[in-house]
T-cell receptor
Framework: NAGVTQTPKFRVLKTGQSMTLLCAQD?????MYWYRQDPGMGLRLIHY???????AKGEVPDGYNVSRLKKQNFLLGLESAAPSQTSVYFC??????????FGPGTRLTVL | QQQVKQSPQSLIVQKGGISIINCAYE??????FPWYQQFPGKGPALLIA?????SEKKEGRFTISFNKSAKQFSLHIMDSQPGDSATYFC??????????FGTGTSLTVIP
């Protein structure tokens, strides 16, 4: 099992560009999450999904959109990147109300 | 507003010593309190977790102490080892499996 994988690992964008981060899990988990991690801020939930075709807002959803078209994939989109979105993004998945398994992260820099 | 307050920000402990990290919260709707360990360049991994109906949980050298009335919980690492050097995050969960994380504690164990 690969667990939770994230693509890409690193990305540099210019302000106003768009991109999509891909998260994939092979554990048949219902729940998937996107977090951002910033120095001194811990992890903050952006959006999450409780099943295929469902999404919900987390703590810091502004500027991001998500889609869960397939159970194993959770996509995070930035339509118009801003420097404030420079961060490390982590995807996680869980089987119901249980342990979250995190991916290795995507380091995004917006110039 | 930080839902879960974590301290200290950094901690240096001698090998064999006890590492103690504290967290506090206000929201009484939180129903699950995990601790995560994160090594540089990796995603967080679940270390140990507790529910509010239990005052203490021990797994090997790691213990969570939970004080429901004070709305505080702490992680104790006994016989700290250099391999324990990492960043530790406390977290708290509300209904819907939304997690709020503390700001993290960077632990360094000196040989």
């Amino acid at each position: 099992n690969a667990g939770v994988t994230q693509t890409p690992k690193f990305r540099v964008l210019k302000t106003g560009q768009s991109m999509t981060l891909l998260c994939a899990q092979d554990m048949n988990h219902e729940y998937m999450y996107w977090y951002r991690q910033d120095p001194g801020m811990g992890l903050r939930l952006i959006h999450y999904s409780v099943g295929e075709g469902t999404t919900a807002k987390g703590e810091v959803p502004d500027g991001y959109n998500v889609s869960r078209l397939k159970k194993q994939n959770f996509l995070l989109g930035l339509e118009s990147a801003a420097p404030s979105q420079t961060s490390v993004y982590f995807c996680a998945s869980s089987y119901g109300y249980n342990e979250q398994f995190f991916g290795p992260g995507t380091r995004l820099t917006v110039l | 507003q930080q839902q879960v307050k974590q301290s200290p920000q950094s901690l240096i402990v001698q090998k064999g010593g006890i590492s103690i990290i504290n967290c506090a919260y206000e929201n009484t709707a939180f129903d699950y309190f995990p601790w995560y360990q994160q090594f540089p360049g990796k995603g967080p991994a679940l270390l140990i977790a507790i529910r509010p109906d239990v005052s203490e949980k021990k797994e090997g050298r790691f213990t969570i102490s939970f004080n429901k009335s004070a709305k505080q919980f702490s992680l104790h690492i006994m016989d700290s080892q250099p391999g324990d050097s990492a960043t530790y995050f406390c977290a708290a969960r509300v209904t819907g499996n939304q997690f709020y994380f503390g700001t993290g504690t960077s632990l360094t164990v000196i040989p």
